[in-house]
């Protein structure tokens, strides 16, 4: 049978399977069994077994459950909540200042927690009947919120950043603190396109009378709830930027770190424990799950030859690498629309990252615009994610059109921001060229 022809199969029958309601993971892991029987008949089921064993027993996974129970510890110890208040003190009287804290906070939030749902969701449960009650519309608080939520995707530490590094086979390291300048590079222009439009269309976002706080009261404030959460982000950021820890120490230096500052706070107790390791056995579960069957998956393409004629037609062709490299962001932004992250993952990288490695592109440069289009497919309608959480916790009189036309503009500054990290490498690849590590 024709490569091409086996490549159709492959590719079609998993985007069928993962279009029924069977969990991804399974899907994945279904589908890879089936086709190893027919592929490499009942012989291959050891290879896989050793695949399977391979792809799970590294020590660079690690930082995905220590990740996560991280922020799962400031999650539902609420250590998080009080950021909000803080930085309300210090945005002053700047127009949309609402719409503001919500970026800022969402920031924040995205270096503590690296949970896009959950940040959204927190910042729309707190934020949304205040700016309703202010009169601001709809476009200046769905969008601000859901874009922020987002920024988890990015900034570190973010477990998903682990997941595409392991199955792509990019330092995990220098991809979360890649991760760092281009997080902030949206997020800041997420506040410009705030404050440009709150300028010249003040009825979207009403000013209103601010009551002044003493310097003292917000340095009281600012170092008490948010100068200890910061500590645990230079912690893990600082130690794996410096070569004094892996990701997966720094990782455990940030839970335990959580654990502690919790405790301070008089905020751990059972219920906070149990629900954070609730939470992280069943994120860690699935994503292992989905790293063992990428793993197998690549073989199967490898073991064809799919991998190997893809790229011998991308690299003989007589087109410029950078257009290949755009044709690629193009086909991530159209899965976004239909496709969940961990999904659109496992279907492209198996075909992206032999192309990559044979153009000579940077992989994290890479990883990083592939990580911003992840995001975006959060915000693409008519089925990302953050859509449903933001409609989930508004009043039900905001209709679903609402909350579509208000993801638009911030949509159309990440694909921005991916333009202009691909003419403006540094921006990704800067941080990670002088790590010690």
């Known amino acids: 049978m024709e490569w091409w022809l086996i490549m159709i199969i492959l590719f079609g029958g998993l985007i069928v399977l993962m279009l029924t309601s069977v969990p991804i993971a399974f899907a994945f892991v279904l589908f890879n069994f089936v086709a190893t029987f027919f592929i490499m008949g009942p012989g291959g089921f050891s290879q896989v077994v050793l695949s399977v064993a391979e792809s799970l027993m590294r020590f660079t996974l690690l930082p995905v459950p220590m990740f996560v129970l991280m922020g799962g510890v400031i999650f539902y110890s609420g250590m998080a909540n009080r950021i909000i208040g803080v930085v309300d003190e210090w945005i002053g009287r700047l127009p949309g200042r609402l719409s503001l804290l919500a970026v800022a906070s969402g920031t924040l939030f995205a270096a503590l927690t690296g949970s896009t749902m959950g940040s959204a969701a927190m910042l729309g449960t707190l934020l949304v009947p205040e700016m309703r009650s202010r009169g601001y519309a709809s476009s200046m608080y769905l969008g601000p919120i859901m874009a922020a939520g ?68 917000k340095m009281v404030n600012l170092s008490k709830y948010v100068l200890p959460l910061a500590f645990i982000i230079l912690a893990v950021l600082g130690s794996m930027f410096l070569g004094v820890a892996t990701p997966t120490e720094a990782a455990a230096l940030g839970a335990f770190a959580a654990f502690i500052l919790a405790a301070i706070y008089g905020k751990l107790n059972w219920k906070v424990t149990k ?30 030859g799919v991998s190997r004629n893809l790229v011998e037609i991308v690299t003989s062709a007589q087109i410029s690498p950078i257009f290949i490299l755009i044709g690629m962001q ?79 503009p911030f949509v159309i500054l990440d694909i921005a921001a991916i333009g202009i990290i691909m003419a403006f490498p540094p921006i990704a690849t800067f941080l990670p060229s002088i790590m010690t590590y």
Not at 166 to 188: E, Q, T, Y
Request: hydrophobic share 60%; proline share 8%; aromatic share 10%.
């Open 150 to 217: 987002g920024l988890a995707m990015i900034i570190p530490p973010s477990a998903l950043g682990v997941i595409l590094g392991s199955l792509a086979g990019i330092h995990i390291g220098k991809l979360l603190i890649g991760g760092v300048l281009p997080g902030l590079l949206i997020a800041g222009m997420y506040a410009l396109y705030i404050v440009f439009r709150a300028a010249i269309q003040p009825r979207l976002a009403p000013s209103y009378p601010v009551s002044p706080r003493p310097m003292s009261t």
């Open 275 to 304: 629900d954070s390791a609730r939470t992280t056995i069943e994120i860690t579960a699935m994503a292992f799950m989905i790293i063992a069957g990428s793993k197998v998956f690549s073989q199967l393409l490898a073991f064809t």
């Open 330 to 408: 193009l086909i991530l932004l159209l899965l976004g629309c239909f496709m969940e992250q961990v999904a659109m993952m496992m279907i492209t990288l198996p075909i992206f990252m032999p192309v990559v490695n044979a153009l000579q592109f940077d992989p994290v440069w890479f990883g990083i615009m592939m990580l911003i289009n992840l995001e975006i497919g959060m915000l693409t309608p008519p089925f990302g994610m953050l859509l449903f959480i933001m409609k989930g916790v508004v009043p039900k009189d905001v209709t679903m059109t609402e909350v579509y036309y208000a993801a638009v």
